[in-house]
């Protein structure tokens, strides 16, 4: 199959919006595994006085743990799908977080400008076309010193991975979502995975990105060796 992107990934997003929340709240250690990636960026206290941008925000999975942990932070959480956001827009948040609909390719244009103490990307760079411009843009929006963390399914390299992804998504997730209309974007699902980085390849590109003290770290469950949360920092200085 082919790979959907930009506008129609989009748009796939918008249609599965309505039942999304459900399919996610089935997978065991979602949520928990958010909050876990948060806890890995290390930042201080509540988070009072720090921004943080939520890049990929979805429904808002990842914009709830942020500020689950983060209570005093200020947080923009963007995302390109329209359907995705209104679900985020329509639960209760504290004044502490703007939401923007943008692309992670263009949130100058929306309005989105740094410097931000942090970054949390929950899996988005398996779904933009350019995942090394998007890094770029990551880097120049985060201050000298900001953090990065970014939640993804990257495979750790083992056939054993990519068999265990491949029976959970062909076995489990694709014929629920096809039930209910959403095959094709859970197809897409299990295909950018498999055709995504390893994590160590990840890793060196987020290296070549610019950034340093990075490391990629295995999530507990069953997706061990199947995702990863990655940590990094902007260097204080220029290179």
């Known amino acids: 199959m082919t790979l959907l992107r930009d506008d129609d990934l989009a748009a796939a997003f918008d249609h599965a919006s309505r039942s999304y929340d459900a399919l996610v709240a089935a997978n065991p250690g979602y949520h928990a595994h958010l909050r876990r990636s948060v806890r890995r960026l290390g930042l201080?206290?509540?988070?009072?006085?720090?921004?943080?941008?939520?890049?990929?925000?979805?429904?808002?999975?990842?914009?709830?743990?942020?500020?689950?942990?983060?209570?005093?932070?200020?947080?923009?959480?963007?995302?390109?799908?329209?359907?995705?956001?209104?679900?985020?827009a329509a639960k209760p948040w504290a004044k502490e977080v703007t939401?923007?609909?943008?692309?992670?390719?263009?949130?100058?244009?929306?309005?989105?400008?740094?410097?931000?103490?942090?970054?949390?990307?929950?899996?988005?760079?398996?779904?933009?076309?350019d995942p090394d411009a998007v890094l770029a843009t990551v880097r120049d929006l985060l201050q000298p010193g900001g953090r990065l963390a970014v939640h993804e399914y990257t495979l750790g390299g083992r056939l054993t991975d990519r068999l265990l992804w491949t029976l959970v998504c062909r076995g489990i997730v694709q014929p629920a979502a096809s039930a209910i209309g959403d095959g094709p974007l859970y197809?897409?699902?299990?295909?950018?995975?498999?055709?995504?980085?390893?994590?160590?390849?990840?890793?060196?590109?987020?290296?070549?990105?610019?950034?340093?003290?990075?490391?990629?770290?295995?999530?507990?469950?069953?997706?061990?060796?199947?995702?990863?949360?990655?940590?990094?920092?902007?260097?204080?200085?220029?290179?």
């Open 187 to 239: 197809r897409h699902l299990w295909r950018s995975v498999v055709d995504f980085d390893t994590a160590d390849r990840f890793a060196a590109r987020v290296r070549a990105a610019g950034f340093d003290h990075v490391h990629a770290l295995p999530l507990p469950g069953w997706q061990t060796g199947i995702t990863h949360t990655f940590v990094a920092r902007r260097p204080e200085t220029s290179r």
């Open 44 to 88: 201080p206290g509540r988070g009072a006085g720090l921004r943080v941008l939520d890049l990929g925000c979805g429904t808002g999975a990842s914009t709830a743990a942020l500020h689950t942990l983060l209570p005093d932070a200020q947080i923009t959480a963007v995302d390109a799908s329209a359907g995705m956001l209104a679900k985020a």
């Open 99 to 129: 939401l923007v609909q943008a692309p992670a390719e263009a949130l100058a244009q929306a309005g989105v400008h740094g410097p931000f103490d942090a970054v949390f990307a929950g899996y988005l760079f398996r779904n933009v076309s």
